[in-house]
């Protein structure tokens, strides 16, 4: 199991155990992260915008163009901001925190 934690625009913490395969975006839905994914997951919004913990973002997947372009949309973006739909949870991600953006839009 891989343990991903989710930090809440609330404060809330919430800790997550899941197997690999999963994106970051089903991750949250089914353990009720606050976090809305409008599109479903199809890189259509930017409504599952993340923050990634420093020192983890060499551990993703490297953006893609698609994402990059989606990720003008976010508000808060920042240099670790990432789409959760586009990140796929792996043994590598073990430990990792992301936290939600204190605003969606």
């Not at 915008?49 to 973006?77: F, N, P, Q, T, V």
């Not at 949870?89 to 839009?105: C, N, R």
């Amino acid at each position: 199991m891989v343990k991903i934690v989710f930090l809440e625009r609330d404060g809330n913490r919430k800790e997550c155990d899941t197997a690999s395969g999963v994106t970051m975006l089903e991750l949250a839905h089914e353990n009720d992260v606050d976090i809305e994914g409008v599109c479903g997951g199809s890189l259509a919004c930017a409504t599952c915008h993340l923050h990634i913990e420093e020192g983890w973002l060499g551990k993703l997947e490297a953006a893609s163009e698609e994402e990059l372009d989606m990720m003008e949309l976010a508000y808060d973006r920042r240099e670790n901001s990432r789409l959760g739909c586009q990140i796929v949870v792996t043994e590598a991600l073990d430990g990792l925190t992301v936290s939600l953006p204190k605003k969606e839009f």
